[in-house]
């Protein structure tokens, strides 16, 4: 064998086309959808922050952004309206409601800093 540099060529390679990547986002959606709910209801989130933070990367690199921007407003919106409307008393004032979403925007402020 001679001392040449030898070149690997590689022939007809066709990498994934985004049909191929859909179901990998659509599992993202759900996975981000799933644990903004946990979040938002002080429960143990099933995926780490970590991976979380991924897969909302991934979903905004690949030009679905809008996507994640409504999956976080339909679950806060739920949320907040779950805790105006409590299955205690019917409708509450604004300030408990105000002091409670301060207290647990706090509370949501030092999970995702620490």
């Known amino acids: ?9 590689v022939r007809n390679f066709k990498g994934p086309t985004k049909e191929d990547l859909n179901p990998y986002y659509e599992k993202c959606q759900k996975e981000v959808e799933d644990a903004t709910k946990q979040i938002l209801r002080d429960q143990r989130c099933d995926l780490p922050l970590e991976i979380l933070y991924r897969n909302v990367e991934d979903l905004v690199r690949n030009d679905r952004g809008e996507q994640v921007l ?4 339909k679950n806060m919106k739920e949320y907040l309206e779950e805790i105006a409307v409590g299955p205690r ?18 509370r949501w402020q030092n999970v995702t800093v620490s």
């Open 1 to 9: 064998m001679e001392g040449g540099k030898r070149q690997l060529v």
């Open 70 to 73: 409504s999956i976080l407003e």
């Open 89 to 106: 008393n019917g409708a509450r004032s604004g300030q408990p409601i105000l002091a409670e979403v301060v207290e647990k925007w706090t």
